[in-house]
């Protein structure tokens, strides 16, 4: 466990709790990656310093005080240009790394796909390659401590042409398995059936919600960034009716843009989707911060238009006092994902929501279209239904998309 010092720089108009919750966000990414944060620094400036980000004053301080407590290692609140991290680095005669490669650390020892590594070390390399000028000593910690995981023995100092080839090879790689996955999606929009996708905030409980949801055994501990991998499952809403679920890995504030692509495969996942479940943990201060994060990043990601059910979780940790103003709104739930009536209530609510974008329908099928009866059971949300013996007809009443296959065969058949 290395013993680290986290540097930040509080710009004067900075919102001071953002930048506080900023602080001990990155404290706790730094504890996910298995580092032991002794001191928190940060000075009060006007504008970031151009070579040491904080300023030579205080550069001179943070370095007398990590000699002097035997610190390994300076992690940095901001993405710092190669200049920075040298220049740094000279003067404090420590390794030095930032926020961006504290998250890519922990998404190279979580990935477990072979999409999730290789999107994660072409992350890794596209952020290395411009920094890779006077990082000798720095790289050559490489496997040996925090920010060092991923790319590995490919040993980055020595050859900057290895690494274009290496990169070259990743996103082919990378697009092999991307068609390969656009096979799996498209036999999957073929079946027609509603899919709901989990997004939040990194730690709100959406893997335990799947599993609670779904009966998978999905990845879930109270940990920054559980669940790195897609993982899409079968979920049976009241009805009967089989919907699929989507777990997303978790968003985080400020996500740098090298990371964008270590995120899109799970992110791909929220282009299929009908509806969006934003889970929420109702116990953290910084509740409506964490929100907006996710809906900012949601609109860049292009999915903020569809339609969104605001799930409030963790609701069972929360004091009478403190639960008082989740109250009952439309769109809205909250819940513990361990308390199965609320289960159930999320499940009624995924139900109407899939409904409300569904076209309703009612037909009597005569009996010798048993075939078409057996569709409507598996395929569409059906409500009600009986065989009329006296008619025989099957009487049906149920809901289905208005793209699917089956619904020009339901219209012949549709009822007045």
Same mark, same amino acid.
């Given at each position: 466990?290395?013993?680290?010092?986290?540097?930040?720089?509080?710009?004067?108009?900075?919102?001071?709790?953002?930048?506080?919750?900023?602080?001990?966000?990155?404290?706790?990414?730094?504890?996910?990656?298995?580092?032991?944060?002794?001191?928190?620094?940060?000075?009060?400036?006007?504008?970031?310093?151009?070579?040491?980000?904080?300023?030579?004053?205080?550069?001179?301080?943070?370095?007398?005080?990590?000699?002097?407590?035997?610190?390994?290692?300076?992690?940095?609140?901001?993405?710092?240009?190669?200049?920075?991290?040298?220049?740094?680095?000279?003067?404090?005669?420590?390794?030095?790394?930032?926020?961006?490669?504290?998250?890519?650390?922990?998404?190279?020892?979580?990935?477990?796909?072979?999409?999730?590594?290789?999107?994660?070390?072409?992350?890794?390399?596209?952020?290395?390659?411009?920094?890779?000028?006077?990082?000798?000593?720095?790289?050559?910690?490489?496997?040996?401590?925090?920010?060092?995981?991923?790319?590995?023995?490919?040993?980055?100092?020595?050859?900057?042409?290895?690494?274009?080839?290496?990169?070259?090879?990743?996103?082919?790689?990378?697009?092999?398995?991307?068609?390969?996955?656009?096979?799996?999606?498209?036999?999957?929009?073929?079946?027609?059936?509603?899919?709901?996708?989990?997004?939040?905030?990194?730690?709100?409980?959406?893997?335990?919600?799947?599993?609670?949801?779904?009966?998978?055994?999905?990845?879930? +501990?109270?940990?920054?960034?559980?669940?790195?991998?897609?993982?899409?499952?079968?979920?049976? &809403?009241?009805?009967?009716?089989?919907? &699929?679920?989507?777990?997303?890995?978790?968003?985080?504030?400020? &996500?740098?843009?090298?990371?964008?692509?270590?995120?899109?495969?799970?992110?791909?996942?929220?282009?299929?989707?009908?509806?969006?479940?934003?889970?929420?943990?109702?116990?953290?201060?910084?509740?409506?911060?964490?929100?907006?994060?996710?809906?900012?990043?949601?609109?860049?990601?292009?999915?903020?238009?569809?339609?969104?059910?605001?799930?409030?979780?963790?609701?069972?940790?929360?004091?009478?006092?403190?639960?008082?103003?989740?109250?009952?709104? +439309?769109?809205?739930?909250?819940?513990?994902?361990?308390?199965?009536?609320?289960?159930?209530? &999320?499940?009624?609510?995924?139900?109407?929501?899939?409904?409300?974008?569904?076209?309703?329908?009612?037909?009597?099928?005569?009996?010798?279209?048993?075939?078409?009866?057996?569709?409507?059971?598996?395929?569409?949300?059906?409500?009600?239904?009986?065989?009329? +013996? +006296?008619?025989?007809?099957?009487?049906?009443?149920?809901?289905?998309?208005?793209?699917?296959?089956?619904?020009?065969?339901?219209?012949?058949?549709?009822?007045?």
């Amino acid at each position: 466990m290395e013993r680290i010092m986290i540097v930040g720089c509080f710009l004067k108009g900075e919102n001071r709790s953002s930048f506080e919750s900023s602080l001990e966000e990155l404290r706790a990414l730094t504890e996910a990656a298995r580092g032991t944060v002794e001191f928190v620094r940060y000075q009060e400036r006007d504008q970031i310093h151009p070579s040491t980000y904080i300023g030579k004053g205080k550069i001179a301080e943070i370095a007398e005080e990590a000699e002097a407590n035997e610190l390994d290692l300076l992690v940095f609140n901001d993405e710092l240009s190669p200049g920075q991290v040298q220049s740094i680095q000279s003067q404090t005669k420590l390794p030095v790394i930032d926020r961006t490669q504290v998250i890519l650390d922990i998404f190279a020892s979580r990935a477990r796909t072979k999409e999730g590594k290789i999107q994660v070390e072409l992350a890794q390399l596209n952020y290395m390659l411009p920094r890779l000028i006077g990082q000798g000593e720095a790289l050559s910690r490489l496997g040996g401590g925090i920010g060092t995981r991923g790319p590995g023995e490919t040993k980055l100092e020595t050859d900057r042409r290895h690494i274009h080839r290496r990169m070259t090879e990743l996103k082919k790689q990378l697009e092999d398995v991307k068609k390969r996955r656009t096979i799996y999606h498209d036999e999957r929009q073929k079946q027609n059936l509603a899919q709901f996708a989990l997004v939040g905030y990194t730690n709100a409980g959406k893997s335990t919600l799947l599993n609670q949801l779904t009966e998978a055994d999905s990845h879930a +501990e109270d940990q920054l960034f559980a669940t790195l991998d897609p993982l899409t499952r079968s979920v049976q &809403l009241p009805s009967g009716y089989q919907a &699929l679920l989507s777990d997303t890995v978790g968003f985080i504030q400020d &996500l740098p843009t090298t990371l964008v692509a270590a995120f899109r495969a799970t992110l791909d996942e929220l282009t299929y989707a009908n509806v969006l479940i934003h889970v929420v943990d109702a116990t953290d201060e910084r509740m409506d911060e964490h929100m907006k994060t996710v809906e900012k990043l949601l609109t860049e990601l292009q999915v903020d238009h569809l339609p969104t059910l605001t799930v409030l979780n963790k609701t069972d940790q929360l004091t009478d006092e403190q639960a008082a103003p989740f109250l009952p709104r +439309e769109h809205v739930l909250a819940v513990s994902a361990y308390d199965q009536q609320d289960v159930v209530r &999320l499940k009624e609510e995924m139900e109407r929501l899939v409904k409300e974008e569904m076209i309703y329908y009612h037909v009597q099928l005569p009996a010798e279209e048993g075939k078409l009866y057996y569709r409507l059971r598996n395929e569409t949300l059906v409500e009600d239904f009986e065989f009329n +013996e +006296e008619r025989e007809v099957y009487d049906v009443k149920g809901y289905v998309y208005s793209d699917h296959a089956l619904w020009g065969q339901i219209q012949q058949y549709m009822q007045a």
